[in-house]
């Protein structure tokens, strides 16, 4: 009987279809999400443990990877990678992997499905159906926007902001984007001010990775710039809008509608965005689907598998 690789686990995937059990399969897994006390889990279990399985949900600080003397590799399930310490890790020679890529496009497209629903008032004329409000032969829900041939602004075009850019050939509109630097090999207008792109944009989206560098980067003024006919749309992270500030602009009626699938406290989704028809709300499912669910697994395990063959992870986080 050969002895199964010891590794940490450090949350349960429940949101993967197999990757707990593939794990398990094949590996001696620390579950440390079983433990009250993770501190002596690691101390008591830790030792010669290379390998470190995580999400950007459950992340993996400076501590955990004080507390594991050997560890060589962080796999993370998701493309994301603030809960991460990358610093503590590279000060100490660890790899971090995420997952990028595969989760590109359900992402992107989740940003046009919130962007239509909140424009068209898609999630607004369901609850008036299933409520019983639709009482006579043509419905009585306010009037939406028109999406095709509108003004699309775009916070961050990595990946994901790209793939959101293209599908906007599709609805005839003209994309422009902010980010840190401009780039030279994409055929949309940049605004170096975040201010003056919501300013001109009907739909602003925020694409941007998250952490300390972007957070309530989605300001009063951005949002008020944006103003009561925009719409803000976020699949990224929800401390990159300043969410108070976003509560009152929609309130006070300087910001049209949101439509969102992150928060500043997830899973805290303030009330006042909760009672707000302008506003869509969604439990952060950007790559809640079966196939990027799916990809995403593969390639951490991939990330694992090749660390463990090779001393090499194939997708390394570069910071
Ligand atoms: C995950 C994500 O569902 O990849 C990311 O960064 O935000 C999502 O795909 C989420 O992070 C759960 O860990």
Redesign the pocket.
Same mark, same amino acid.
């Given at each position: 009987m050969t002895t199964k690789h010891r590794i940490i686990q450090v949350g349960s995937y429940a +949101?993967s279809p197999t990757a707990n059990a593939r794990l398990a399969q094949d590996y001696d897994v620390v579950e440390l999400w079983k433990y009250p006390d993770r501190k002596a889990a690691l101390a008591e279990h830790g030792k010669g443990v290379d390998v470190l399985v995580t999400? %950007? *949900?459950?992340g993996c600080t400076a501590e955990m990877i004080d507390a594991l003397p050997d560890l060589k590799a962080i796999c993370s399930? +998701? =493309? +994301?990678y603030e809960t991460i310490d990358i610093q503590a890790a590279q000060r100490r020679g660890v790899q971090v992997s *995420?997952?990028p890529d595969v989760?590109t496009d359900c =992402?992107a497209d989740l940003a046009w499905g919130l962007m239509i629903a909140s424009a068209r008032r898609i999630a607004y004329g369901d609850r008036f159906v299933r409520t019983g409000g639709w009482g006579q032969v043509h419905g009585s829900i306010p009037l939406g926007s028109r999406v095709s041939g509108k003004k699309l602004g775009i916070v961050g075009l990595g990946r994901i902001g790209q793939a959101i850019a293209r599908r906007g050939a599709g609805f005839d509109m003209d994309v422009r984007y902010h980010s840190r630097n401009k780039r030279d090999d994409v055929p949309y207008a940049y605004e170096a001010s975040l201010v003056e792109l919501a300013r001109w944009a009907d739909f602003l989206v925020v694409a941007t990775v998250g952490g300390p560098g972007t957070r309530h980067l989605i300001s009063r003024e951005v949002l008020e710039a944006l103003g009561p006919q925009g719409t803000i749309i976020n699949i990224a992270?929800g401390p990159v809008i300043d969410e108070t500030a976003l509560v009152e602009a929609l309130q006070s009626g300087k910001l049209g509608s949101a439509a969102l699938d =992150?928060f500043e406290h997830e899973p805290k989704v303030p009330d006042a965005l909760k009672a707000n028809d302008n506003v869509v709300l969604l439990p952060?499912? +950007?790559? %809640?689907t079966y196939e990027t669910r799916r990809e995403?697994e593969n390639l951490m395990i991939e990330n694992l598998q090749a660390y463990l063959r090779t001393g090499k992870v194939i997708t390394p986080v570069t910071e």
């Open positions: +949101g999400s %950007a *949900n459950f399930w +998701g =493309v +994301g *995420n997952t989760l =992402v992270r =992150v952060h499912i +950007g790559s %809640a995403m």
